[in-house]
């Protein structure tokens, strides 16, 4: 089976709706390799922006201005959502090992509303910093934390777009490509905090 074979399977389709000579022997779906080349696209956007962060914290060290770069505290707030998100990660986990569909949407649910309670939980973490005074344009690793928790924020709301349609359209077999995207999301967000504490 070639990759464009693959790319132009309809996996949304249930499995009998499909030729079932095409669909002989192990193969991966469309969707997992969509999903695949659109992990590796967003690990290296993150990536270079981290090794920027990473060198402009370091060009700021090796030149001594002090007032250049100012890091922002982690107030308890930011650990609450990294549990929220954790847990929302959990739930579709839950959802993919399910072989019951009403406990497998009841998961998946459950795990959009933490994603949703996890954005809800960084609007209130951005309001906070704003509030003491942490603006974007104050210094560079202000406008890195903002730039960095958006993206995030702007991939979370694509895993609510996936979620909604696998939920509204029943379309339980592609729960494990969304439980599988929520983690990947876990993965960038612990790297995202560990790179803005560690500073």
Same mark, same amino acid.
């Given at each position: 089976?070639?990759?464009? +074979? ?12 499909? $030729? ?18 659109? @992990? ?5 956007? @993150?990536?270079?922006?981290? +090794? ?25 707030? &930011? ?6 998100? #954790? ?11 399910? @072989?019951? $569909? ?15 309670? %996890? ?19 104050? $210094?560079?690793?202000? +406008? %890195? ?25 029943? $379309? ?11 983690? %990947?999301? &876990? @993965?960038?967000?612990?790297?995202? #905090? #560990? ?5």
């Amino acid at each position: 089976m070639t990759i464009l +074979a693959c790319l132009a399977e309809k996996s949304w389709e249930p499995a009998s709706d499909r $030729n079932p000579a095409a669909s002989s022997g192990p193969r991966p779906s469309a969707g997992g390799i969509g999903l695949g080349v659109y @992990f590796a696209v967003a690990l290296v956007m @993150f990536s270079l922006l981290g +090794a920027a962060y990473v060198m402009r914290m370091g060009l700021h060290a090796s030149m001594g201005h002090a007032d250049d770069w100012v890091a922002m505290p982690d107030p308890p707030l &930011l650990w609450i959502n990294s549990g929220i998100l #954790a847990a929302s990660s959990i739930a579709w986990e839950i959802a993919r090992r399910s @072989f019951d $569909n009403g406990r497998t949407v009841r998961a998946a649910a459950t795990g959009a509303a933490l994603g949703l309670a %996890f954005l809800i939980g960084q609007w209130l973490l951005w309001h906070h910093y704003l509030g003491q005074g942490y603006y974007l344009s104050s $210094n560079p690793a202000n +406008a %890195f934390f903002y730039l960095l928790t958006a993206l995030h924020g702007l991939h979370i709301l694509g895993g609510f777009v996936a979620a909604a349609w696998v939920l509204a359209a029943h $379309n339980l077999h592609n729960v494990r490509l969304c439980a599988v995207y929520w983690h %990947f999301l &876990l @993965f960038i967000w612990i790297l995202i #905090a #560990a790179l803005l504490v560690s500073t």
